[in-house]
């Protein structure tokens, strides 16, 4: 078999998880998420992205919001797949790998993780859980603009969030 007939094997693929959007517009943390994602992207020509995230409501999906986000910004739409079916984080993880798997194979790749600090244990866990080779890249701990109430609604949910993904990860 020749070299070009082979299936393309990434050296490694980009998550980039999705926020909900609100009436359909991209938030901050949806922005800083693409920002990163185009940077990291920028330096690694072998590596495609995978954008996940459904439409909680109608409208459009968060992966089709932020693909769009960053054909914008230069990235080749070659190098974007969408994952437009997950409506949580542990859904973002087993849908995104497994379109990985189908696309790529199951031969072994480095997945990158793009999101906040807050959200990026449970995240790095949730891969972890499913076999994937992970590499985090977190985002500033919570965007600087929130304001406090804010902020500790996020940090809240994510701490009930781990536990109950931990306990479906572990014990299911």
Known sequence: MSLLSQPFKPARVFVLLG??????????????????????????????????????????????VMRTLLMANGVASERIFLEENALS??????????????????????????????????????????GASVVKVALPFIASGLPVTKKVWVCLREAIAFVKDYARVRLF
């Open 89 to 130: 984080t542990l859904q973002n993880v087993r849908y995104s790998l497994s379109l990985a798997k189908t696309k790529f194979g199951s031969e072994a790749f480095d997945v990158v993780v793009c999101t906040e600090g807050y959200h990026s244990f449970r995240s790095e866990m949730l891969f972890r859980a499913v």
């Open 19 to 64: 926020v909900r959007l609100v009436d359909g517009v991209p938030s901050e943390q949806m922005k800083t998420r693409v920002n990163v994602a185009v940077r990291l992207l920028g330096h690694d020509a072998a590596s495609v992205c995978i954008v996940s995230g459904g439409s909680a409501g109608r409208g459009a999906s968060e992966a089709s």
